[in-house]
């Protein structure tokens, strides 16, 4: 992975768009666009610790608001899976975090970036 050291932040395309995620394109943060977040799971996690990350995480669509069904509620439980098997392999818990917007607002959206901007402060600490 290039930029080794830094944080994965893969996000469902019809959730976000480059722009509005703009907040947490900075240094060391690697931002990628996914047909949808339920085509996250554990491999793509995997591999980006494999590749140095210090952290990853998914930002998905409001719940039941999912384009591919309930794409983003699958991610949910491969996310939380994900989480516990690093966590037994002796990477910090919570390294891996996934975000569903409340609903399809800007408001929303504004909210869920800050709590991965947070989440990425929390992480670079």
Do not use: H, W
Not at 94 to 110: C, H, K, N, P, Y
């Amino acid at each position: 992975m290039s930029g080794s050291n830094g944080i994965r932040v893969y996000y469902c395309r019809n959730a976000a768009t480059p722009t509005a995620l703009s907040e947490l394109d900075r240094p060391g943060v690697i931002l990628e666009a996914v047909p949808c977040s339920g085509r996250i799971d554990p491999r793509y996690v995997l591999k980006a610790f494999e590749g140095g990350a210090k952290a990853v995480c998914v930002l998905g669509c409001p719940s039941g608001e999912c384009k591919s069904f309930e794409g983003n509620l699958r991610a949910v439980a491969r996310i939380q899976g994900a989480d516990e098997l690093l966590s037994e392999a002796g990477v910090k818990p919570g390294s891996v975090r996934i975000f569903l917007l409340s609903d399809s607002t800007e408001a929303a959206l504004d909210s869920v970036v800050k709590s991965i901007s947070k989440f990425l402060d929390e992480v670079n600490a």
